[in-house]
């Protein structure tokens, strides 16, 4: 059972989804207002030649059904994830038999908007598999068939514009209406089909990317674990000579010795939690104000600047690693808080969680030294302009963001400071 939502339906739905079924479903919907639009044009202007005026009623209720049924396929479509095919065949059939209810009610095979069904063969050929676009061609011919047993003539001869006139500008409306409809239908396909093909080429360097970070995560954690016994062994050494000798030439020697010992096993540390492969860690499906919350009060304890936090997120759910992510946010926040200690400055860190369509955003806002000239190397491994930074913190962070189809990237201000961008996309929706 699919799992509903609370947004209300769009009227014009927007091309958003990956899932074939449902973008095909848009379409039709989009097609469908223009179609309902047409026909309440063409109703205002038909009554005269109607064989009895009391048939305006059952002409505004199909309408009215094709409204409906276009109201219910919104629902449907902010609803499930995917779309079936037979949905598809149900939602053409209905829009075949509207047509039929017209023509059947206004001139049968003698209307020149029996055109139209083309429309509807040419989407189905489109959209369905042979057999489904089969059936719906069948459904097709059938309805064409039956305006040849029985229908209700118009009287072309009762209106002003003249029967001829009429005749006429009936065939070039149908042939305007069915290139238009056509032409639009091909065009969005096209255009759907270059925004799939670009889906398929991010997803695929994303993959890729990956690949790489594993690959290195798994090597850099091979090398963490046979260096960590070593640099145990030389810390203990390290801290027998300094009892041995305790004169001050020694002892500030052996402080800086021990300095960057300390700075190997932080390398190390980072190297095993993470190695470049956050992604490998189990993956949980939480709100992405929720995980950055939790952050930022484990970051809170452990420093003096402050931080507002805004979460207009509306609730976006996100599928990441949740340690790794919320180290990573760790790391970031203290690369901001770093930035402003450079200066001096001890405002506090703006975190800003939004929601923008798919994709939910995580902002941190520092009033800091600004970005380095090689900024294009952030984010490289080893890469730091700190001096005791190990380079690991942006990389770790990004391979989360990658693992989750979002990125990081960082933008300077013109009145100084940087904002880091570090987005996720949100977590697909299950069915059950």
Request: with cysteine; glycine share 10%; net charge neutral.
């Amino acid at each position: 059972m699919s799992v509903p939502t609370d947004k209300h339906p769009s009227f014009w739905p927007a091309i958003t989804s990956t899932d074939e079924g449902s973008i095909w479903l848009r379409w039709i919907v989009r097609l469908r207002w223009v179609a309902i639009f047409a026909q309440i044009i063409t109703l205002s202007f038909s009554f005269p030649v109607l064989s009895t005026e009391l048939l305006v009623l059952p002409l505004l209720c199909v309408v009215g059904l094709l409204i409906l049924a276009n109201y219910r396929a919104l629902r449907s479509l902010n609803q499930v994830d995917s779309v079936q095919e037979d949905v598809l065949l149900v939602q053409l059939a209905i829009d075949v038999f509207a047509l039929t209810g017209f023509f059947l009610l206004g001139g049968g095979p003698e209307n020149p908007f029996t055109i139209l069904y083309m429309i509807h063969v040419a989407m189905a050929a489109v959209m369905l598999r042979t057999r489904l676009a089969s059936a719906l061609i069948v459904i097709v011919m059938g309805c064409y068939g039956l305006l040849h047993v029985k229908y209700l003539p118009l009287h072309l001869e009762n209106h002003s514009f003249g029967e001829n006139n009429l005749i006429t500008l009936g065939r070039v409306l149908s042939f305007m209406i069915a290139a238009t409809s056509v032409g639009v239908f091909v065009a969005g396909l096209a255009s759907s089909q270059r925004r799939r093909s670009r889906q398929l080429l991010d997803a695929r360097d994303r993959t890729a990317r990956i690949d790489r970070l594993r690959s290195v995560g798994t090597l850099a954690a091979g090398a963490a674990h046979e260096l960590n016994t070593p640099l145990s062994t030389i810390g203990l050494r390290i801290r027998r000579i300094s009892r041995r000798h305790e004169d001050a030439e020694t002892a500030k020697d052996l402080q800086v010795v021990m300095g960057q010992l300390e700075r190997c096993k932080r390398v190390v540390d980072q190297l095993l939690f993470g190695a470049g492969d956050p992604s490998a860690s189990g993956l949980e499906r939480r709100a992405l104000g929720a995980l950055v919350k939790e952050g930022v009060d484990l970051w809170s304890k452990g420093t003096t600047v402050g931080a507002t936090f805004s979460d207009e997120s509306d609730g976006i759910e996100v599928e990441v690693p949740r340690v790794a992510f919320i180290q990573a946010l760790i790391n970031l926040l203290e690369n901001a808080r770093e930035a402003q200690e450079e200066i001096n400055n001890a405002t506090p860190l703006g975190i800003l969680i939004i929601r923008d369509d798919m994709k939910g955003t995580v902002i941190i806002s520092d009033h800091g030294c600004g970005l380095p000239e090689q900024i294009d190397r952030v984010g490289e491994p080893f890469f730091t302009t700190k001096k005791a930074g190990t380079g690991l913190g942006v990389f770790v962070a990004r391979a989360v963001a990658d693992g989750a189809g979002g990125g990081l990237s960082y933008e300077g201000r013109p009145e100084g400071g940087t904002d880091t961008h570090w987005w996720f996309n949100e977590a697909t929706r299950r069915t059950a």
